[in-house]
């Protein structure tokens, strides 16, 4: 298989295409963010704020998980912009209990609206297990609820600015940094909705569980307004990391500092990563499906993001991939719980997703590549689902 001879990344990332000198495409965009007018971008963000600050009943809506992007995102916008935003959490029924914390710490300290929206677990569970089936990626329900529920919160608020955190082209290529991104249907069908959209999703649930009945209601959440929605109604979902540079080791250090925001343990990430991914209880089943199918994980992202700011070198983030990515999660137990799957059914189903040249791992490989880490609020997840 083909690596990055810069980074770590291999062939088989999504979007990633090799020069001449087998340098990946995110390489190549990165060294390009470095001479982009970033002066004349910041002024083009005030010029954007000013559209909009004071003319409606909150300035933006700031889609919010509690990680470190969107965090550093309402931290900017409030106290370095002046906004008063609406705050919306799409809540995907997996928050930790630390990034609960963070979240009440972050909206008390910055003194804005907070709404957390929590949909149907049972609904959920099914997409879960359907998308993983038909797509290799149980966190469907994820992608599309963090888009379409705060677009729709705009159009129905009358809200018509969206601040999203980082933009794509730090870690994939679907845009390069010279673009403007915004998320739109385009983007929406490119890049977030894995080719599934919710009413196709709905006719998948209806078929593997005809006896149901789920109704197009239940999935409302996930549909994302039409282009002709988001044109009549003027919604601009923009992402500041086009406007700022984005340096996130320099960002964690701030809302560290200024919110009191703590890391946590994640599966499959070097301690010394403790900002990546918090959120969410599934993280390390995710990139576990990852390293399964593309043969890179978590650990393989964070380091080639360090090697392109030039602070690590190749060998020591080989080093690291190597102790940390492929290692099967102690979270497995709880997915295997909430989907009714067995190992051997889960394997099944991802094997069919592996993307060539990668080469699934043999059965031995599998059961002696374990992760010795456990989050420490594994238990209470499995007793809750016992």
Not at 105 to 112: F, H
Not at 208 to 236: A, G, H, M, T, V
Not at 319 to 329: A, F, R, S, V
Request: net charge positive; proline share 4%.
């Amino acid at each position: 298989m083909k690596y990055c001879t810069k980074c770590v990344i291999p062939e088989t990332a999504e979007t990633h295409e090799f020069n001449e000198k087998n340098v990946c495409s995110v390489c190549n965009q990165i060294e390009n963010k470095h001479k982009i007018d970033w002066n004349e971008r910041g002024k083009n963000l005030d010029e954007l704020i000013a559209k909009y600050k004071n003319k409606y009943d909150y300035d933006c809506i700031i889609p919010f998980s509690g990680g470190k992007d969107s965090t550093f995102a309402v931290w900017y916008l409030v106290k370095k912009k002046n906004l008063r935003p609406l705050v919306l959490r799409f809540d995907h029924n997996f928050l930790r209990k630390n990034v609960l914390t963070n979240s009440e710490r972050t909206i008390s300290k910055l003194g804005v609206d907070f709404i957390n929206f929590k949909p149907n677990f049972s609904i959920v569970k099914k997409m879960m297990v359907e998308s993983l089936v038909r797509r290799g990626d149980f966190c469907w329900h994820c992608h599309v609820g963090i888009s379409a529920y705060p677009m729709n919160s705009a159009i129905e608020r009358k809200i018509p600015l969206l601040f999203y955190g980082e933009p794509s082209a730090e870690y994939s290529s679907f845009y390069k940094y010279e673009d403007i991104e915004e998320l739109n249907v385009e983007k929406f069908n490119k890049a977030v909705n894995l080719g599934i959209n919710a009413e196709d999703m709905l006719e998948m649930l209806n078929e593997r569980y005809p006896k149901d009945k789920i109704l197009k209601k239940d999935i409302e959440p996930y549909i994302f307004p039409s282009q002709r929605d988001i044109n009549k109604n003027k919604i601009k979902a923009v992402y500041l990391g086009n406007y700022i540079p984005w340096d996130v080791k320099k960002q964690v250090k701030i809302i560290k500092e200024e919110l009191g925001w703590q890391g946590d343990t994640v599966e499959g990430i070097p301690p010394e990563y403790d900002y990546e991914k918090i959120e969410c209880m599934m993280q390390g089943v995710r990139d576990y499906i990852k390293f399964l199918k593309r043969g890179f994980g978590r650990t393989a992202h964070l380091t080639s993001i360090d090697i392109r700011n030039n602070r690590l070198s190749r060998e020591k983030a080989e080093e690291l991939c190597k102790t940390y990515d492929g290692k099967k999660p102690k979270a497995l137990e709880l997915f295997l719980k909430i989907t009714n799957m067995d190992e051997e059914e889960f394997y099944n189903i991802v094997e069919n997703h592996v993307v060539s040249p990668n080469k699934f791992p043999s059965k031995e490989d599998l059961n002696r590549n374990s992760s010795n880490i456990k989050p420490k609020d594994l238990d209470f997840w499995i007793n809750k689902f016992s």
